[in-house]
């Protein structure tokens, strides 16, 4: 409520300037403005209200002024007020018995300007963990405290924190838990100011959580720096409070880190607890990797012959976290020999004994017995298309013989070789070299 100078009967429609520029709709919806006047000396009066937008409001129209008393009006206006426009907001009185009573003198004007506060959302459900927190970004995080049983008073509770190892646990058993602290530090999160003009350090606070056992409130504090505790909170057997802290991670804290929070008796921990808080930071997480490996560096197929199939096999391993998945390539050439050659497989088929062939798989193959399927815990890569029939071989440089369309497990693939030769094929040593590419897609 704000206050204008007193106002003398006697001088028609006076102008009252009241100070609006005291009153904040910041936070709050479209406000209503009630008037008062102050009298001594009955009287009847007209009040109403001037600013930008409405022009003249109409508040009140011959109202009687007790001798002495209050005298109110509730002004309605066509377009809400805005922050500007009651900034400017007039006020005039009008008197209907000018010349009357000589004692008849109006002492105060006030203008009561109402406004409905917004109330704060909550950034998670109660009790869920919260993620995605920016660093740099202010958090206000409130704990409910109930006393069972016992004394508990005059308790200081104090906001901590701690890394998270293994979970958030109501025992504590798996984390350091420190203070959060009231200035700027080295740790991992500082408390801070609000910029809401609704939460200031000491406020008390009103009950916004659910109380299972129905206990009587007790109003507890808002908290923020340079404060990391409440002030002195007394519960009775049966009674309940919360306390709410404003604070952020800091450029220390670990991007994508987990952290846990709870409260204390001004560092001593309380009794039991139901759940511990949990926070999320944003950025970080997992980073790409991929691992793959061969199982040998080379293969013996042996002495090729025109009436027997020839083969071998080796095993690579391959995993990755990346989203989109893996392939695995070959590049390289058949077998060959002082420039004679095996011809390549550059179709997938079955072996043909006395057939010039050199072809490879990623199977478990029958009809020759080489190979295994690929395996590891799911999920794993499977042989490639081309590559992922039962006795059928091929060989095209370049091509994928091992892949997966998301990210697996580390998973083992058998790569088998088969080589024939006819009657005529010139003798020599044949050799192929190949080389195995893993790359991911992240």
Not at 11 to 32: F, K, R
Not at 39 to 61: F, K, R, Y
Not at 308 to 328: C, Q
Not at 422 to 429: F, K, L, V
Request: with cysteine.
């Amino acid at each position: 409520m704000v206050r204008s100078d007193y106002a003398q009967e006697g001088i028609d429609n006076e102008l009252a300037e009241v100070n609006m520029t005291t009153i904040d709709l910041a936070g709050g919806t479209s406000p209503s403005v009630v008037i008062w006047l102050y009298g001594t000396g009955a009287e009847n009066v007209d009040l109403w209200t001037s600013d930008s937008i409405n022009g003249q409001t109409t508040c009140a129209t011959n109202a009687a002024v007790p001798d002495p008393g209050w005298v109110s009006a509730t002004c309605t206006f066509t377009t809400a007020l805005t922050q500007t426009t009651l900034d400017g907001l007039t006020v005039t009185v009008r008197h209907n018995q000018v010349g009357g009573a000589s004692t008849n003198t109006y002492y105060a004007v006030y203008a009561q300007v109402n406004k409905t506060k917004i109330a704060a959302t909550w950034a998670q459900t109660e009790d869920a963990a919260h993620t995605g927190l920016a660093k740099s970004t202010n958090i206000r995080l409130r704990f409910q405290v109930d006393n069972t049983g016992g004394s508990a008073s005059a308790y200081n509770y104090r906001l901590e924190w701690a890394a998270q190892s293994g979970t958030c646990d109501t025992a504590y058993s798996g984390e350091s838990y420190a203070a959060v602290p009231d200035v700027a530090s080295t740790e991992h999160f500082d408390m801070t100011v609000d910029s809401d003009t609704y939460f200031s350090d000491g406020d008390p606070t009103t009950a916004q959580l659910s109380n299972a056992e129905a206990y009587t409130f007790v109003a507890g504090d808002q908290v923020e720096s340079t404060s990391n505790q409440s002030g002195a909170i007394t519960l009775a057997q049966n009674q309940y409070t919360e306390v709410e802290y404003v604070f952020q991670a800091n450029t220390n804290a670990t991007d994508g880190g987990v952290y846990c929070f709870r409260v204390t008796k001004a560092g001593t921990v309380l009794d039991s607890a139901d759940v511990v808080a949990q926070v999320t930071l944003a950025g970080g997480g997992a980073g790409p990797t991929l691992t793959f490996s061969l199982g040998a560096n080379s293969v013996n197929l042996g002495t090729l012959s025109s009436g027997a199939v020839s083969t071998g096999s080796h095993t690579l391993i391959v995993g990755t976290n990346a989203d989109s998945g893996v392939a695995v390539t070959y590049s390289g050439s058949t077998l060959t020999s002082n420039g004679n050659t095996i011809t390549a497989m550059s179709t997938a088929a079955a072996s043909s004994i006395g057939t010039e062939q050199f072809g490879i798989n990623a199977k478990d193959n029958v009809t020759p017995n080489v190979g295994l399927e690929c395996s590891g815990t799911p999920l794993i890569a499977a042989a490639a298309t081309g590559y992922a029939t039962v006795d059928n071989f091929k060989f095209v440089s370049g091509e994928t013989i091992v892949s997966s369309s998301g990210s697996i497990n580390d998973t083992t693939c058998t790569i088998s070789y088969i080589a024939n030769i006819s009657a005529p094929t010139e003798a020599g040593s044949y050799t192929a070299t190949l080389t195995y590419i893993a790359t991911g897609t992240f």
